[in-house]
Structure formats: C-alpha cells, structure tokens
C-alpha cells in the first residue's frame, strides 16, 4: 500500500519511526540527482542528503503542509548542499581542463571530455544558478515545479538559468 | 561580453522547451551541445544509494529507543538526542586503515548548546575506512547496528579503499568488517581492541562530541 | 516524559508474571528475528531471565547473544559466553554497589562489567564511581577508563587518569575525547607511561602538544596495541578535498 507524503508523516510523528524510512527512499531517489549535481561530487552530496533526512527528523513536528513533506524537505537539502559548496573553495581555472582537441573523431569521447569541462565550468557559476541550471537541465522540470520547490518567481528562475548558459557558454567557449 | 558570446533569447525559449522564433545557426548547434553535454555530465556521477538510506535510519532509530527497545530498557537514563553535524576529515595515507572524526562549524541560527547536562547527548558522523583491494563486499558490523552485516556496505573508492560515514551517538561502540558477507576482522587502526567473548576481537572506538582532537 | 512513562511500564512489566512473560516474549522474537535456532534461543532467554530476575541488564545479554549469532560462533560456545557476560554482569553491579551505588542504572553495569573485562579491578571501579562529581559521568568514566586500558595504558593508569579528570571537575565531554587523545599520542610514538603523565598533568585535551624537547616520537614500544605491524603510518591531514575537481 503506497501512503501519501501526509500519511507517513502522521505515522512517525505519532511514533512510528520506522515509517520514516518510506520518505527517506522516496526523495533520495527524487533529489539524489540534485545534490550530487549540484555539489560535483556523490560523497559529498551522500553527506548531505544524510545529514537533511536527519534535520528534517527531529524537525518534523514543523513541517505545516506534511502533504508536500518534499517541497519541505528539499529547502533543508538546499541548505545542506549551500553548506557543503561554501566549505569547498574551489579554485577554477578551466585552462587546467581538456584542452579542446581540435580533431574531433569520435563522437562519445568528446562529450566526455566536455562533461569534464563542464564540471570545472560549473563551478564558476553562483549557488543560485548551479541550483536552478541542475534543476531544469539535469532534473528536467519546469519552471512551475522549480517556483514551488525554491519559492521563487518563475521570472527570477528564468533568469538565473539564461545568466548560468550564457556563462558557461562565456567558459566553454570553443568547445561548445 | 560580446553579444554573440551569449544565446539569444529564441535559444533561451528553445532550451526552455517554450514556444521560439529561429535560432540563429551557432545558437542551435551551441545550445544542443550545451544540452547534450549536461546530460552527459549528469549520466557520469553515480547518485547516492541505498547506503544513505540504512545510515539515516541508524540515527533515526537512536532517536526513537521506545520503538526498538524491550521493556526493561526504560529503566536506563533518556536521552535527548540532537544532531551536531560533524565533518569528517579524511586521512590523505592511502595504506592504512583510517579512522577520523572532526568538528566543523555550527550552522549560523543553531542554538548555543547548554552545559553538559546528564540528558544531553550528541550524536556524530563517524567515517569508517578500510583497505581491502581483494574483497568483493566490505561491511561494518557493531554494537550500533546489531551486528547486521548486511545493514553497512561500504562504498568501494580507488585504491582498494572502502568507506562509509555513520552518524553514532557519542560514547563506547564495539565492531567489526565483514569482508564478503562472511569473513569478520577487526580494524587494524582502531583506538582500542577488546575481547569479544567468543574467542574473537573487536574494535573499540569512544566517540565524543568532538569528535578526534587534534593539537 | 518518556522516563516517568517507561518506568511505570517497566514497573508494570516487572510486577506480574504477566509482564515477565511479555518481556521473555520480547526477548525470544529478537533472537528468533535474527535466526537463532531454537534451542539457543530457549538458553538465552533462560540466562537472559535469571539476568533480569537479579535486577541485571538482560537486553546485554540479549545483545551479546546476538553478536555471538552474527559472527557464527558455535551455539554452545555462544551459551558459554552470554553466562559468563552474564556473572561479569553480576560482578559489575557489586562492584559499584560497594562504592555506595545502590541501584545503579543499566549503562552503569554494562560500563562496569566491560572494564572489569579489560583488567580493572573492582576497587578501580568503585575509586571511579567514588570520583564521579555527578551520575551521568559515572558510565563515561568507566567506559573511558575501560578503552584506556585496552588502548595499552594499563588499569592503573587509566583508572589514575580517568579519577584525576573527573576531580579536576573535567565535563563528560573531555572525558569521551581521552581516548582520541590517547590514540594520538600513541600515533606520535610516546608510549603508555608518557601518555598517562601528559594526561594526569593537563587532564584533557590541550595535553596533546608534545611540548619541547621532552615531547619527543620514538618508536612505539613492542606490545603496545593500537596498530598492526606493517600498516604503514598515517600523515594526519586536513579533510579530503571532494572529488571531481
């Protein structure tokens, strides 16, 4: 029997811990993706969604809509994963990348090396705009969805994803 | 920036899957490799497993002890369990077996922490590191999880290392590898080793709330 | 809250047969969940019952026959071991009933049962229950002086070590940091006497900075455990830099 976000919720609060256990499976699986992408890195983004399950626990008693218990626990994740890039200070130089081989053979090969470009490129660009490029390109949602989740304007989150192309465009330059 | 360096903004609208005008000829082939490359890039970072799954219940279930305890544990002291995040700094020496916990900052807004209290108790992220090139499996198994072998699968990393990061509540644990599902050895950079009883040893690790202090 | 509501459980369980039955009955699902034959469950729960009829903590016991189980031990072997845990249960809960602790609570026994395994005497535990400036420092105390000693101080030392903190009033946190302090000292190569005097002078952590030419990392004398031969050294570092750089 698949219960709802809000079912769970009562369940554990009303003492059933165990239960909790449904939405930890739930949204790994849904934000897995995101912290991962966001942070550049799976060890960090597992310390990260492990630690807001965790804070989301002892704070389920505050979360007002338990039916949308993961728009809820994602801005938790959001901060995790803030917290995580702001101990990382990562130097980008993308001069320290691939060079763009100027013989482009075969096809997978260079769409490897610009996902390794891409990565070093990504780190250039502000929280914000790694958030809501993540979001919209790895995660495919709409800007509908991504408003709700990051209570934002959809015009502002338009905007961040246009500013975060535009600069990786700028960084990739001719390997684009 | 020069305008050309940018996308247009049809470009914009046609990544955004919304209705658009033409694309300028360098717009189109820029913005479908732009898409292509971070679905690649995407498609190359493994997303968190089930492991984080099994740690954030081990820490739920250490909130919850009425859930899990028989009835005469009880009669033991309560406990008011708070997370105090932990980073684990990891050690660079690739030969050894590593064991590490470290502070790091309070969030910003976290409530300053009272004095130490008897119904105070923290818990901590603990890392727990093993080199075993040779091993298919490689588990940890304690007093904090049962002794389930099955319940902690570390993550195979480079080198033939293993790790995974447990959040355990501060104080005594005892525990194991469990090399393949079957063969128990003990952790050769443990603090302390002790007697299991049974003929075996155990790894012996007190946790504090600071975890590892380092001059 | 959850005391008060657990001790009136605990006292209701406790008070019938019925009750003694439903916590038999609790014990017998945890080890048949775990796959325990049933002769060693029936064992367990006649050890594990004797254990609570005694006031001692049997869910220990239960926990031991566990890890026993887990590890495939034998089942007789695993009987041997829970009742001689068991009696270190019972030798546990004298020894700090003679330092004047009454009733002590379950993480107090199980504490002093584990560091009467590891070579503290009974005396050294009561000096420990004694030296406890509040309650909740009692099961650390005896947990920390425990691990000291198996970390190659000796009883002696550790039990020293652990009273002298808890007089100079150190918190219950200093005193779980003792053995992380004591492993690195050990990692700069200052043996068990050295160790215990850095300790028993700062107390505490701020003891670790080996301080001038008497600080000095010799080779770790043989006999010592903490590391096996050949495991190489380790350079302490700062954290790991996230990967995908």
Not at chain 2, 6 to 33: I, K, N, S, T
């Amino acid at each position: 029997m698949a219960l709802n976000d809000a079912a769970i919720v009562a369940r554990v609060l009303a003492g059933d811990s165990d239960a909790y256990r449904v939405l930890v499976e739930r949204y790994r699986a849904e934000f897995g993706r995101y912290a991962v992408a966001v942070l550049g890195d799976s060890d960090a983004a597992a310390d990260a969604i492990q630690e807001a399950f965790i804070r989301a626990y002892d704070g389920l008693a505050s979360c007002r809509e338990p039916e949308r218990f993961g728009s809820w626990f994602f801005r938790i994740l959001q901060n995790q994963c803030r917290n995580a890039l702001a101990r990382v200070r990562k130097t980008v130089d993308v001069a320290d990348a691939d060079p763009a081989s100027p013989h482009r053979t075969d096809a997978l090969v260079e769409q490897a090396e610009l996902a390794a470009v891409l990565e070093t490129a990504l780190g250039a660009l502000t929280a914000e705009q790694r958030e809501a490029l993540v979001l919209k390109h790895v995660e495919g949602r709409s800007y509908e969805e991504m408003s709700q989740l990051l209570g934002v304007g959809v015009d502002a989150l338009k905007m961040r994803v246009h500013r975060a192309r535009d600069a990786l465009r700028e960084i990739l330059g001719g390997r684009l | 920036m020069r305008p050309h360096d940018e996308f247009g903004p049809d470009a914009h609208r046609y990544l955004d899957g919304e209705p658009h005008g033409e694309l300028r000829p360098d717009d189109q082939v820029r913005a479908d490799r732009l898409a292509a490359a971070l679905r690649a890039y995407c498609a190359r970072l493994p997303v968190p497993g089930a492991e984080v799954d099994d740690a954030v219940m081990a820490a739920v279930r250490v909130r919850s002890p009425e859930r899990r305890a028989p009835g005469w544990r009880w009669l033991v002291e309560p406990r008011v369990v708070r997370i105090r995040p932990v980073w684990v700094p990891v050690l660079a020496a690739a030969a050894a077996v590593v064991f590490w916990l470290g502070p790091r900052a309070w969030t910003p807004g976290a409530p300053e922490r009272p004095p130490i209290a008897a119904a105070a108790r923290d818990t901590v992220y603990v890392r727990f590191e093993l080199v075993a090139a040779g091993a298919r499996t490689v588990a940890v198994a304690g007093s904090f999880n049962d002794w389930r072998p099955e319940a902690l699968p570390l993550a195979r990393r480079e080198g033939g290392a293993w790790s995974i990061t447990v959040p355990l509540p501060i104080g005594e644990h005892e525990y194991q590898f469990v090399l393949d599902g079957e063969r128990w050895v003990p952790d050769p950079t443990a603090q302390a080793h002790a007697d299991d009883g049974f003929g075996g040893t155990n790894s012996v690790i007190v946790v504090g709330p600071k975890g590892v202090v380092r001059s | 809250m959850r005391t008060i509501r657990g001790l009136l459980m605990a006292a209701l369980c406790a008070a019938t047969p019925a009750g003694l039955a439903a916590q038999q009955a609790e014990v017998r699902t945890r080890l048949e969940a775990r796959g325990l034959p049933a002769d060693l469950v029936q064992s367990v729960t006649e050890v594990a019952a004797a254990a609570d009829a005694q006031g001692l903590p049997a869910v220990a016991i239960v926990d031991k026959a566990i890890e026993g189980w887990a590890k495939r031990v034998p089942a007789p072997r695993v009987v041997a071991a829970v009742r001689q845990y068991a009696a270190r249960l019972g030798e546990g809960r004298d020894a700090v009933g003679a330092a004047g602790l009454a009733r002590p609570p379950e993480a107090v026994v199980i504490a002093a049962a584990e560091a009467l395994g590891r070579g503290i005497g009974a005396e050294q535990v009561g000096q420990i229950v004694r030296a406890a400036g509040e309650p909740a420092a009692l099961a650390p105390g005896l947990v920390v002086a425990a691990a000291l000693a198996a970390q190659g101080l000796g009883g002696e030392r550790a039990v020293g070590v652990v009273v002298e903190a808890m007089r100079a009033g150190r918190p219950v946190d200093e005193l779980l940091d003792l053995p992380s302090v004591a492993r690195e000292m050990q990692l700069r190569g200052m043996n068990a006497a050295e160790i215990g005097r850095r300790m028993m002078r700062g107390g505490g952590p701020g003891a670790t900075r080996p301080g001038g030419a008497a600080g000095g990392a010799g080779p770790r004398p043989p006999g010592m455990p903490g590391g096996l031969p050949g495991q190489g050294t380790k350079q302490p570092g700062g954290r790991r830099p996230p990967g995908g750089a």
